[in-house]
C-alpha cells in the first residue's frame, strides 16, 4: 500500500457523512461510550459493500437498474425514518434526553443499516480500491481485502475521534433543554437533507 492510498482514505473518512453525523450526535448527547458503538456500528456496514465490490455485484447491480433503485429508495427511506425519530424525541433516536437508558445494541444495528442502506458506498469501493492494486504483488485480492481492513480501521479510528470530541460538548447542553430540542432538530434536518441528496440521484 502506498502514502496515497493511506492519505486518500484519510481525506475520504474525515469527510463528514451519514456516519459522521450519527455517531457525532451520541457523543453529544450520551457519552463517549456511545458514541463509540455508534462508530463500531457504522464501521460494520462497510463490510457488505466492500464484498459486494470485491465480488463485482456493484457492477451487475447497476447494470439492473431497478435493483439499484430500490436499493437506494430503501436507504433514503431509512434515512427520513432518522430524521422523524430525531425530530420527535422518543422514536428510534431517542437521543433528547441525556440521562435515559439507551440500548447499546439498538445503536450499534442502526449504525451498521446507515451505511449498508447506502448504495453509494459499494460504488466507491468498486472504483477506489482499484486504483491502488500494484502490479507487483502476487494476489490483487489479498491486497484488495487488507485495503479495505484498513480503510475500515480508519474509519473506526476517526469516528471515535469525532465522537469523543462531541461528548466533551455534552456538559454545556445536558442542563439546557432548549439547546437540546434545536440540535435535536438539527440533526433531523441533516439526516433528511442527505435522505433528499440521495432521493434526487434516483
Known amino acids: ?38 462508530a463500531f456500528g457504522c464501521t460494520l456496514g462497510i463490510i457488505p459493500h466492500i464484498i459486494i465490490s470485491l465480488l463485482g455485484i456493484t457492477a451487475v447491480l447497476q447494470g439492473t437498474p431497478i435493483y439499484f433503485q430500490t436499493f437506494k429508495l430503501l436507504g433514503v427511506l431509512y434515512l427520513f425514518y432518522l430524521a422523524w425519530g430525531i425530530w420527535h424525541s422518543g422514536g428510534i433516536l431517542d437521543i433528547g434526553q441525556p440521562d435515559s437508558k439507551i440500548k447499546l445494541k439498538r445503536v450499534c444495528i442502526n449504525g451498521f443499516l446507515i451505511n449498508i442502506l447506502n448504495p453509494k458506498l459499494s460504488i466507491f469501493f468498486l472504483a477506489f480500491l482499484p486504483q491502488f492494486v500494484t502490479k507487483e504483488v502476487e494476489s490483487h485480492l489479498n491486497q484488495m481485502i487488507i485495503m479495505s481492513i484498513v480503510f475500515m480501521a480508519l474509519t473506526f479510528g476517526v469516528f471515535v475521534i469525532y465522537g469523543v470530541a462531541a461528548s466533551k460538548v455534552n456538559l454545556y447542553i445536558s442542563n439546557s433543554p432548549t ?24
Open 179 to 202: 439547546v437540546i430540542k434545536w440540535i435535536q432538530r438539527f440533526f433531523a434536518v441533516a439526516f433528511a437533507s442527505f435522505g433528499l441528496k440521495l432521493m434526487l440521484l434516483i
Open 1 to 38: 500500500m502506498t502514502l496515497d492510498f493511506y492519505l486518500t482514505s484519510l481525506i475520504v473518512v474525515l469527510i463528514p457523512g451519514t456516519g459522521v453525523l450519527y455517531t457525532i450526535s451520541y457523543g453529544l448527547f450520551k457519552g463517549p461510550g456511545a458514541s463509540t458503538i455508534a
